[in-house]
């Protein structure tokens, strides 16, 4: 068997039984999302109960879902990206002492290790640069970390996939994948992977429900993407990236 497919394969009952996750030891669960940098001003998104976008039906929304990697040279509004950006990893519900969020996608045991970047070109009311969604908070921050570097081009990282810098903005998601395993162990790979998956689908369906279209990636040069959000490709690793536009439809 080649090698690679283990990671297809879930641990033996034996392997999990004997490993003693840091939860079982009492070890405090890790944050649920990256600390804010003391004197960062949050962008406030538009509340989720003042939305009115959406409203396609979710088998409409299915039919059309396809990667679009044509994009008008057009801004989304503010509005568009709040709903884009709760579909995708919006709060329904926090612990009272912040062990775990129920989101609007699933994550096993709620742990959901994810963090939302944007690479942002054309959005109403925003500069152009790099932002941090804080779901808790519904926020958006800029990202000053130490390492980024804004004059990387997503295109290049992308392996030269020219449409990615004609989006009108580029999520990029990342795993600190801490979060799962502090829970799951040998466990962990598999779920923060699914996981993932079901995070861009929901971006593609309320993509299509808003006339946008966006086009999953997995083919980049990680070191570069890495170094173009600050993340150190340890603890925290980038792994998808879908950029996003108002589409051209014949």
Same mark, same amino acid.
């Given at each position: 068997?080649?090698?690679?497919?283990?990671?297809?394969?879930?641990?033996?009952?034996?392997?999990?039984?004997?490993?003693?996750?840091?939860?079982?030891?009492?070890?405090?669960?890790?944050?649920?999302?990256?600390?804010?940098?003391?004197?960062?001003?949050?962008?406030?998104?538009?509340?989720?109960?003042?939305?009115?976008?959406?409203?396609?039906?979710?088998?409409?929304?299915?039919?059309?879902?396809?990667?679009? &990697?044509?994009?008008?040279?057009? *801004?989304?509004? /503010?509005?568009?990206?709040?709903? #884009?950006?709760? !579909?995708?990893? $919006? +709060?329904?519900?926090?612990?009272?002492?912040?062990?775990?969020?129920?989101?609007?996608?699933?994550?096993?045991?709620?742990?959901?290790?994810?963090?939302?970047?944007?690479?942002? &070109?054309?959005?109403?009311?925003? *500069?152009?640069? /790099?932002?941090?969604?804080?779901? #808790?908070?519904? !926020?958006?921050? $800029? +990202?000053?970390?130490?390492?980024?570097?804004?004059?990387?081009?997503?295109?290049?990282?992308?392996?030269?996939?020219?449409?990615?810098?004609?989006?009108?903005?580029?999520?990029?998601?990342?795993?600190?994948?801490?979060?799962?395993?502090?829970?799951?162990?040998?466990?962990?790979?598999?779920?923060?992977?699914?996981?993932?998956?079901?995070?861009?689908?929901?971006?593609?369906?309320?993509?299509?429900?808003?006339?946008?279209?966006?086009?999953?990636?997995?083919?980049?040069?990680?070191?570069?993407?890495?170094?173009?959000?600050?993340?150190?490709?340890?603890?925290?690793?980038?792994?998808?990236?879908?950029?996003?536009?108002?589409?051209?439809?014949?």
């Amino acid at each position: 068997m080649d090698p690679n497919r283990k990671h297809l394969r879930n641990p033996s009952r034996e392997a999990l039984a004997a490993h003693e996750s840091d939860q079982q030891k009492g070890v405090t669960p890790p944050p649920l999302e990256k600390p804010i940098e003391p004197g960062a001003k949050l962008i406030p998104l538009v509340p989720v109960g003042r939305i009115a976008l959406g409203r396609m039906p979710l088998a409409d929304a299915i039919r059309a879902r396809e990667s679009r &990697r044509e994009f008008a040279d057009a *801004a989304l509004s /503010l509005e568009e990206l709040s709903f #884009l950006l709760w !579909a995708t990893q $919006g +709060v329904r519900k926090v612990h009272p002492e912040k062990k775990w969020a129920m989101r609007t996608v699933p994550s096993g045991g709620c742990r959901h290790p994810f963090e939302t970047y944007l690479r942002v &070109r054309k959005v109403e009311s925003l *500069a152009p640069g /790099l932002y941090r969604y804080c779901a #808790l908070e519904h !926020a958006l921050v $800029g +990202v000053t970390a130490p390492g980024a570097d804004p004059n990387v081009s997503l295109a290049e990282a992308c392996y030269e996939q020219g449409f990615v810098d004609s989006a009108a903005v580029t999520f990029v998601w990342t795993a600190i994948p801490y979060r799962t395993e502090w829970r799951y162990g040998p466990d962990s790979l598999k779920d923060i992977l699914l996981s993932c998956g079901h995070i861009c689908q929901n971006l593609y369906l309320a993509c299509e429900s808003i006339g946008a279209g966006t086009c999953a990636i997995v083919a980049y040069d990680q070191d570069l993407l890495d170094r173009f959000l600050g993340a150190d490709g340890k603890d925290e690793i980038a792994l998808y990236v879908a950029p996003v536009g108002r589409t051209v439809r014949a």
